[in-house]
């Protein structure tokens, strides 16, 4: 699909699309969706997705070709070592052909491995391409975190690094792509999206470079994307419009501020974008299906695909909380057998006394609790009504203290800020104690999201 200069009705939706234009020629896509809305007659109109991916969209299904995926290390010159990333080459990869590629990068703290572990990038495009409604595409999955530092005790630290990777992109990992792998290497059959964190550098990178990339699409941005104003005029500037620009977000997710930033600065200046607001937070499932979407317009004719309506709803107004990952093994969820970091702020965890201690003890000492894969461990002291103590999280190394926490008989609350990029972020706990149990609850007490999605993602402990 490819989006013209030319303004089309304002979109207010999240889209994708799949299947050919049936008939001698192309409907604009603005035209197209309106059909499709209306419910009317579509003889001669393009075909349209569904408003969300089916709940077995992400199955391993035995009787269908699978792609193969590859870890590949290439030496990256603007960083100074050697990197890796992981390749999905799609069913029936032959080396006589050229494919398409697709960049699509990873959220912070994750690495090249997460869109096959934490999500379920092989399953969808496995899926997608056995049904015939993704093209065939090589599909490139990048450590974003451009540095040749280790990772620090707390990766929100790691913010900035995030911005470096645009140099490693284009000048090291693009070229090796391109020269170990059949692939088309122009822009228009260049794609580049991403979750979180890497969707801010899909939307940035791909927006600064519209030369290289046509099609351009961010999922939940995290607040490294740049300010709206600053990406619609680069867009207006440049010299070819994209493909597609693809915005997407879950209702739930209070980073969804500078999406919906970029949505109304590019509807105001009349440029051509997808709108999708999916049900749901910061999670696994919005970015699997997402994905799911997004594929499906990829490397597609003009006017060959029709754009479904959002499945959430939202109106500008700031979103509490910063909702959860999906659960493992969920149709919306994380890829079956996937342990999913870092639950989100509005998580609630069972917290279990570290073994040899007694519940006797009351809620002083040391106690663990599972959040997926990861564990987070808390150290409470008891002083009358006041609770003190750490806790710590494998994702996250490092101890984090509390001073003010409170006690009233089983009851326990306590809070601290955290500071990233100048943002100030409240993160709030309450428990119950019940015998060798806490009941507990995270929530994001304070501190806003940027307005224009500039500053730091929330912590995650």
Known sequence: MRLKNQHFAKLGLFAVALGLAIGPAPIPFAAAQSAASRGSDRTNAALALPNHAPE????????????????????????????????????????????????????????????????????????????????????????????????????????????????DLLQDLMPYIESHYSVKADRDHRAITGLSMGGGQGLNFGINNIDKFAWIGGFSSAPNLQPADVLVQKVRQAKESPSLLWIGCGDKDNLITGSWNLHLGLDKAKIDHVWYVDTGGHEVAVWNNNLYLFAQMLFKPDGSVVPPSSVGNYNGEPVGGFGGMGAPGTGRGAKPGAGAPGGGAGSEFIARREKGGSASEGVAGTWLAKDGDNEIRFVFRVEGSRLTGTLENTQMPGAIEFKDGKIEGGNISFNYVRQMTGQDFQIKWTGTLSGDAIKLKRELAGGGMPGVGRGAAPAKN
Not at 146 to 151: F, H, Q, R, S
């Open 56 to 167: 077995d969209f992400i199955r391993v299904r035995p009787d269908i070709p699978k792609g193969k995926l590859e870890t590949v290390t290439y030496n990256s010159k603007s960083i100074g070592v050697d990197r890796k990333a992981v390749v999905y080459l799609p069913p029936g990869y032959d080396r006589n052909k050229k494919y398409p590629v697709m960049y699509l990068m990873h959220g912070i703290g994750g690495n090249e491995t997460h869109w096959t572990t934490l999500c379920a990038a092989d399953e969808v495009l496995d899926n997608l391409i056995a049904d015939g409604k993704a093209v065939p595409m090589i599909i490139v999955m990048p450590n974003g975190r451009a540095t040749a530092e280790p990772p620090s005790q707390n990766f929100m630290s790691d913010f900035n690094y995030y911005a470096d990777f645009e140099p």
